[in-house]
């Protein structure tokens, strides 16, 4: 079972499984034996245990495909929900900083503003007398 299991699967063939693998060693060296009935497993020797089988095995390959897939999909999308996180973390900290450019211009503003008061108001004191 062990060589079965650890051989290389051949280009187009599917993987087996350790349940598939199983039944073909019990079949083979125990054909009477009622353990692949007994846990719910039919041996390959009918025709329709080998269909019911491949279609069991079809659904369980396309399932398995379907796992992938989603999978990889979860995967591109986490990715691409990091790549946003990350922009809109700079996005606020490129905000942060306007903001402080901001207000230091709006204090630069104020304190000119004052200035210029002043200075009208030394000019005004200069021309009225």
Known sequence: MEEKMAAPVQEGEERKFSVSVVAEVLTKHRPSSKFLKNVGQQPNSTGKSSKSNAAVNARVLDLQEQLEMSRQISEVMREE?????????????????????????????????????????????????
């Open 81 to 129: 929900m990091d790549a946003m996180m990350r922009k809109a973390a700079e996005a606020e900290a490129a905000q942060v900083e306007r903001d402080k450019s901001y207000e230091l211009l709006l204090k630069k503003a104020e304190e000119n503003d004052a200035k210029y008061a002043q200075l009208m108001a030394l000019l005004g004191a200069k021309t009225g007398n």
